[in-house]
């Protein structure tokens, strides 16, 4: 079984400031580990993906994550926050298989203040 | 290349009613995953078809079912539709044996469902 928690259900920030947004997982295989983004009435786009390969992934938009299987963490970040940025960020979870699905976290909302 | 369209984007029933949605995947996609987005959760997995048939489900009871068509389109259906089915309903289509991890796992917009 597998799972993952966010951290903070609301991250608020300045424009221009870090963006760090937490995400634990539990796994009982080696995981493959996602960050999505939701806006407002839209579905859900994907950020970046880890697969086992470089523990460092780049996505789009300035967005960063790193795998540190010590800490049983995928944290995402942004070194400056844009207005744009403000929406809905999901950390998933799913195994090596390839008829796995993903499961979620609840999502944590990023707010970016001018 | 086409992406995941998803319809009706919004509907309204009662409870107690039948609805069905549907999801057309994305061109060169043989698989389809359903899930629902409850108001401030993460997405559920329900189920997903691949050639036509139901090969993987989370924990949604029987009244949810689905088809696949041979044009690889499904459909989500729902039976005596209860006040806690108010949701988004997102499909993703993807490559047989890639899952998420594979490229072009995709998303489409969602249908959101009012139980009122």
């Known amino acids: 079984a597998q799972s993952v928690t966010q951290l903070g259900s609301h991250v608020s920030v300045s424009e221009g400031a870090l963006v760090l947004l937490r995400c634990n997982y539990s796994s009982s295989v080696p995981p493959y580990l996602f960050w999505y983004v939701q806006y407002p009435n839209q579905g859900l786009q994907l950020l970046l993906k880890y697969t086992s390969a470089a523990t460092l992934v780049k996505g789009i938009n300035g967005f960063e994550a790193e795998f540190k299987k010590s800490e049983t963490s995928f944290h995402l970040t942004k070194p400056s926050a844009h207005m744009s940025d403000a929406a809905e960020y999901f950390c998933?979870?799913?195994?090596?298989?390839?008829?796995?699905?993903?499961?979620f976290g609840k999502g944590t909302m990023l707010l970016v203040s001018p | 290349e086409t992406g995941v369209t998803q319809s009706p984007t919004h509907l309204i029933k009662t409870r107690g009613q039948q609805v069905t949605l549907r999801c057309s995947s994305q061109s060169g996609h043989n698989t389809v995953s359903w899930y629902q987005q409850a108001l401030g959760q993460g997405p559920q997995f329900i189920f997903q078809?691949?050639?036509?048939?139901?090969?993987g489900r989370g924990n949604f009871p029987p009244r949810f079912s689905g088809l696949q068509f041979p044009n690889y389109s499904s459909e989500l259906n729902v039976n005596a539709l209860e006040l806690d089915d108010s949701a988004l309903y997102l499909c993703?289509?993807?490559?047989?044996?890639?899952?998420?991890?594979?490229?072009?796992?995709?998303f489409g917009s969602g249908t959101r469902l009012t139980v009122v």
């Open positions: 998933a979870v799913t195994t090596n298989s390839g008829y796995s699905t993903l499961t």
């Open positions: 993703a289509s993807s490559l047989a044996g890639q899952g998420p991890s594979g490229y072009g796992y995709t």
């Open positions: 078809y691949y050639r036509e048939e139901e090969n």
